[in-house]
């Protein structure tokens, strides 16, 4: 059966996947639909999906590992993750040379094969298998450098993990524009790591006027889920940019780094 690949159509690279996908386009989005009420048969369309696709429908697999999840069955979700980071990877002729050759966010056909590279990424990170996540998420910044995924937020907790600190400070350089609290605060650990207590203040203060609920999150010595109700605005739901919650959430992901460590703790409380 067609197998999905990646199609070099003079100098612009795009992902095409078997034909049939585009027949069946109504019934992934029904599934889609029912997915949060009635996981059980849009589990039963995912899986007709892709043995009618011959596993070519990236969106079809990374849908039925998301179900998975949500139906805590995570051994089952984690192979359909890395199904799909292996199918995208086989697409990828040998020809392609990333960082000279781009796969861009902006042709929605890409878009697939893109979402399976970062799928099987997050993966890696569950495993703690940074390394391999680390190789995924800088394969995407180099395919497509607008980073529409923002897999660069990602790239801190990797190199911490990893120990690899001046990285998390290069990363800084290079998004010196960029306003998340992954990469800011990313540096005030890589700097006191390093001994460079002065300069891992004075960034700590600056993260803190970006990011002031999660300084204060981090400055905590219990941490409980706050609710929604908050003074920044809401855009269309969910976790609101800047608030309590999405604090919350930053601590969660990042506590083996800033609890565990006392006199770390120590140091930030003072500031």
């Known amino acids: ?51 009618g696709c011959g596993n070519g429908h990236l969106d079809a697999i990374i849908q039925l590992g998301a179900l998975f999840f949500e139906t805590e069955r995570h051994i089952e979700g984690n192979a359909m993750m890395h199904k799909a980071h292996q199918v995208a990877q086989q697409s990828i002729p040998k020809e392609f040379k990333p960082g000279k050759h ?5 042709f929605m056909a890409n878009r697939p094969l893109l979402r399976a590279f970062h799928a099987g990424g997050l993966e890696y990170m569950k495993e703690e298998q940074y390394r391999k996540a680390l190789e995924v998420f800088l394969f995407l910044l180099k395919v497509n450098p607008n980073d529409n995924q923002g897999v660069r937020m990602l790239l801190p907790e990797c190199y911490l993990y990893l120990e690899e600190y001046e990285e998390v400070l290069a990363l800084g350089k290079k998004f010196k524009d960029d306003w998340s609290a992954d990469i800011a605060f990313g540096r005030v650990l890589a700097l006191y790591k390093l001994n460079r207590h002065d300069e891992a203040k004075e960034q700590f203060i600056k993260a803190k006027t970006d990011h002031p609920n999660v300084a204060a999150e981090l400055q905590k010595s219990r941490h409980t889920f706050p609710d929604a109700q908050e003074d920044y605005p809401s ?27 006392k006199e770390l703790k120590k140091f930030i409380k003072a500031l």
């Open 1 to 51: 059966m067609e197998q999905p690949y990646l199609h070099n159509d003079h100098g612009f690279w795009t992902f095409v996947q078997p034909a049939i996908t585009e027949k069946i386009f109504d019934v992934y989005y029904r599934a889609a639909d029912i997915a949060g009420t009635d996981p059980k048969n849009a589990e039963m369309l995912y899986k007709a999906i892709i043995e």
């Open 102 to 106: 781009k796969i861009e966010w902006g």
């Open 235 to 261: 855009f269309g739901g969910g976790v609101i940019i800047g608030g309590r919650q999405e604090a919350y959430y930053y601590w969660e992901r990042h506590k083996d780094f800033w609890d565990k460590d």
